[in-house]
């Protein structure tokens, strides 16, 4: 069983950044491709960025694209998304999913674990 705990949301002017957090509770997070996801009202999940369990080639929607970047810290079972460049669509909930997978997923059906999720509002 993994458990993942998100946390960094908040309010920020557009423009603005902030970098989210997700910490997992499992020895063997190094294993796990983690990928964010987020939904805003009234919208489907939709998927953000992801990572492999080895930290190599990262992969991101067209829509936050060199906005932002995932990262994760094995020794602290955690994974990160910092979000520069804000816009009020990237308001959401945001989520951190976990799955054992050979290879990058933006499938929502393919993690197997989420977090509770941290609200994020940009404000225009």
């Known amino acids: 069983q993994v458990q993942l705990v998100e946390s960094g949301g908040g309010l920020v002017q557009a423009g603005g950044s902030l970098r989210l957090s997700c910490a997992a509770s499992?020895?063997?997070?190094?294993?796990?491709?983690m990928g964010w996801f987020r939904q805003a009202p009234g919208k489907e999940r939709e998927f953000v960025a992801a990572?492999?369990?080895?930290?190599?080639?990262?992969y991101y929607a067209d829509s936050v694209k060199g906005r932002f970047t995932i990262s994760r810290d094995n020794a602290k079972n955690t994974v990160y998304l910092q979000m520069n460049s804000l816009k009020a669509e990237d308001t959401a909930v945001y989520y951190c999913?976990?799955?054992?997978?050979?290879?990058?997923?933006?499938?929502?059906?393919?993690?197997?674990?989420w977090g509770q999720g941290t609200q994020v509002t940009v404000s225009s």
């Open positions: 999913a976990a799955a054992r997978l050979l290879s990058l997923s933006t499938r929502k059906s393919d993690y197997n674990y």
């Open positions: 499992v020895r063997t997070f190094s294993s796990y491709t």
């Open positions: 990572i492999p369990w080895s930290g190599g080639a990262t």
